[in-house]
């Protein structure tokens, strides 16, 4: 009976491990925003060469087609997690997204523009505020975010921690990972498999 029990323990255990661990169904229960718009979840980092593809390949058309259209509410969920100079562009990323957010996708278009073909450090303060100066805002709004997120411990710092805490919590260790109305999207590299699951 003692090792029908222990038995019993240990697979409770590896099935509770197991659970953990699966990052498929992290977002289940996430499916919508407030209004009833489509949540789109995606984990990358700007430095990250397989979420500029599908920076390239998927956001032009996702956009076109449901974000400016108000259809889904789209979240980038910055792991910040290649490299020290990571954080910057995801703390940079924040401020435009809270103090000018009509501007952010051009923000993250633009930053992923940036990107070199090599895996040193690329993302400085300078190149960032290069990159908020050409954003449709005005002077007195890109001053806010180049303080906002250069201040320790400022509104865009608490959500760039944030980020690395929930892609972390919810053991999602491949970028980029992509979640449309709860569900994982198996090959986020091809359009026509967001467009199934927006469309089901």
Not at 92 to 107: M, W
Not at 131 to 139: G, N, R
Request: charged share 30%.
């Amino acid at each position: 009976m003692k090792k029908l029990w222990m038995s019993l323990s240990l697979l409770a255990c590896i099935i509770l491990l197991s659970a953990c661990g699966n990052s498929d169904n992290v977002h289940k229960d996430d499916k919508v925003d407030k209004d009833g718009k489509i949540r789109i979840i995606e984990y990358g980092d700007f430095k990250c060469p397989y979420c500029k593809k599908v920076e390239n390949k998927v956001m032009p058309k996702l956009k076109h087609e449901y974000i400016d259209k108000g259809k889904v509410n789209y979240q980038f969920v910055n792991m910040a997690f290649l490299g020290k100079d990571s954080i910057i562009g995801s703390r940079a990323g924040h401020a435009v997204q809270r103090l000018a957010p009509n501007s952010y996708l051009t923000f993250q278009k633009l930053m992923f523009k940036q990107q070199p073909d090599n895996e040193k450090p690329w993302i400085t303060t300078k190149l960032v505020d290069k990159q908020i100066d050409q954003l449709d805002i005005s002077t007195n709004t890109k001053t806010k975010i180049k303080n906002d997120y250069k201040k320790e411990n400022s509104e865009s710092w608490k959500a760039a921690k944030k980020d690395r805490k929930q892609y972390k919590e919810n053991h999602i260790d491949t970028a980029p990972t992509v979640f449309i109305n709860g569900k994982k999207v198996k090959d986020p590299y091809k359009y026509s498999n967001y467009k199934k699951l927006l469309n089901e």
